[in-house]
């Protein structure tokens, strides 16, 4: 296997001083994950300083070293530039200018995470593909991810995020995606923008930085869609296509059906009729998978076999998943929250049988019209037919006093409270929601249940 970066390459892409020959197979910037041969990126954040644990990278057996001063006592090769942030944002550049990968840039106020990765299995099942690891998708998550694409990469995925305007737009022009895919827009981060209108403009910052020929993808059944049509338009996108439901959508759900392993989806995708099983229950989850496919098709790759690959996708840890604890069966959606995915998640709490127990956390980042968005979560939770509710964090409180008393379960300031109430009220044969956003910690909760199986 060739080295992701050589010393050689690595100074040539950052202006940076090599103090010894190296080669790495990855890059990291934490050394509890760093894999042997790796190059530690010593980033220097509010709180904590990477300089300060470049010994323990040598000692975990790291590659070399990215710095912009020499820590004392680490011995190993270290690439010395000026400034570490700087320094990996340029071997992202490198990486994107050698890579003949076709790329899928993918944003959304939802929906990011699993659809980059239904996006590396459906891709992955025509070549080598390449995709952002976790939620990497911030102002050092994305470049690390970049710098990470191997040269030999058929296809890459990457995910870009946002909480403000133009972060988009810098991150946007280091990946330079040949297809840019929104998921959905929806009241998240309202503190920062004020209105879905301004969130549809920041995340149509993606289409900024499509390549010459490439494609946008937008979501049809959207409030927004044509908002973001707009603004493709302006950014001269020459392809601009829908998934949806709606009628004349480019990749269209036709059908969908759950089942006990997942779920099953009949679809028009650009003509092309495709059913295919998804690893994974829920609706928005099938419309995510729409995207991926049109992202197939608009990079040319065979849409069949990728859609006969969407069975092996499974929902992600805090994004999803279930497990059975003793005789509870969990959905963890805990990783995070905005109303859009309360609802999506609440309407998979309604296809469960037996109780029906949701457990939720405030949406944080909500603006001055929080009350009123957490107190019209007690619709989607009608419509569930839930049976008890728990409520985590003081926003919450608008939701408490619109609930029936009938199902009123608990309210806690903080997780750890909450879950002991919880606990409390269980019966066998209940299925229990988790969702919140992940500032409230509904993690707790998560690994209190599964240590009660």
């Given at each position: 296997m060739s080295a992701l970066w050589t010393s050689t390459d690595a100074e040539a892409a950052t202006l940076g001083h090599a103090t010894k020959a190296f080669s790495a197979n990855g890059l990291s910037i934490d050394t509890r994950t760093l894999r042997e041969g790796d190059l530690f990126v010593a980033l220097k954040g509010d709180s904590r300083d990477g300089h300060d644990f470049v010994r323990a990278a040598f000692e975990a057996k790291a590659g070399a070293a990215l710095v912009s001063?020499?820590?004392?006592?680490?011995?190993?090769?270290?690439?010395?530039?000026?400034?570490?942030q700087r320094g990996l944002e340029d071997l992202a550049v490198a990486a994107r200018a050698r890579s003949n990968a076709k790329i899928v840039g993918v944003t959304g106020s939802a929906g990011k995470t699993t659809t980059k990765e239904i996006l590396r299995v459906g891709l992955g099942a025509l070549g080598k593909?390449?995709?952002?690891?976790?939620?990497?998708?911030?102002?050092?998550?994305?470049?690390?991810?970049?710098?990470?694409?191997?040269?030999?990469?058929?296809?890459?995925?990457?995910?870009?995020?946002?909480?403000?305007?133009?972060?988009?737009?810098?991150?946007?022009?280091?990946?330079?995606?040949?297809?840019?895919?929104v998921t959905t827009i929806a009241p998240a981060h309202l503190e920062f923008f004020g209105s879905c209108e301004a969130i549809a403009d920041a995340k149509s910052e993606i289409f900024e930085g499509v390549e010459p020929g490439?494609?946008?993808?937008?979501?049809?059944?959207?409030?927004?869609?044509?908002r973001l049509i707009a603004r493709a338009k302006q950014s001269h996108v020459s392809r601009i296509q829908t998934f949806g439901e709606k009628t004349g959508s480019d990749a269209r759900l036709l059908d969908y059906s759950e089942s006990a392993d997942g779920s099953h989806v009949k679809a028009d995708i650009c003509g092309l009729p495709v059913e295919f099983s998804l690893g994974a229950?829920?609706?928005?989850?099938?419309?995510?998978?729409?995207?991926?496919?049109?992202?197939?098709?608009?990079?040319?790759?065979?849409?069949?076999?990728?859609?006969?690959?969407?069975?092996?996708?499974?929902?992600?840890?805090?994004?999803?998943?279930?497990?059975?604890?003793?005789?509870v069966e969990v959905i963890d959606e805990s990783y995070n929250a905005n109303p859009a995915s309360m609802a999506a998640a609440l309407a998979l709490l309604g296809a469960a049988k037996g109780r029906r127990i949701?457990?939720?956390?405030?949406?944080?980042?909500?603006?001055?019209?929080?009350?009123?968005?957490?107190?019209?979560?007690?619709?989607?939770?009608?419509?569930?037919?839930?049976?008890?509710?728990?409520?985590?964090?003081?926003?919450?409180?608008?939701?408490?006093?619109k609930l029936p008393t009938s199902r009123r379960g608990g309210h806690a300031m903080n997780s750890t409270d909450l879950s002991k109430q919880l606990r409390a009220a269980l019966q066998p044969g209940d299925t229990v929601l988790v969702k919140g956003s992940n500032g409230m910690k509904l993690s707790v909760i998560i690994e209190a249940l599964r240590a009660r199986a």
């Open positions: 001063r020499q820590p004392e006592g680490a011995s190993g090769a270290m690439l010395v530039v000026a400034n570490t593909t390449h995709a952002s690891a976790a939620s990497y998708n911030n102002h050092w998550g994305v470049p690390l991810s970049l710098a990470s694409l191997p040269q030999d990469a058929r296809y890459a995925v990457f995910e870009i995020g946002m909480n403000h305007f133009n972060e988009i737009r810098v991150l946007v022009g280091f990946v330079r995606p040949h297809v840019a895919l490439g494609a946008a993808l937008i979501p049809s059944d959207s409030p927004y869609a044509e229950a829920g609706r928005h989850i099938a419309n995510n998978a729409l995207g991926a496919l049109l992202s197939v098709a608009a990079l040319e790759g065979d849409v069949l076999n990728a859609a006969a690959a969407m069975k092996q996708f499974a929902a992600l840890k805090g994004r999803g998943a279930r497990f059975t604890a003793g005789d949701a457990v939720l956390g405030d949406m944080l980042e909500m603006g001055e019209g929080g009350a009123e968005h957490h107190a019209a979560i007690a619709k989607p939770i009608e419509a569930a037919r839930a049976d008890l509710v728990f409520l985590c964090g003081p926003q919450m409180l608008a939701l408490w006093d």
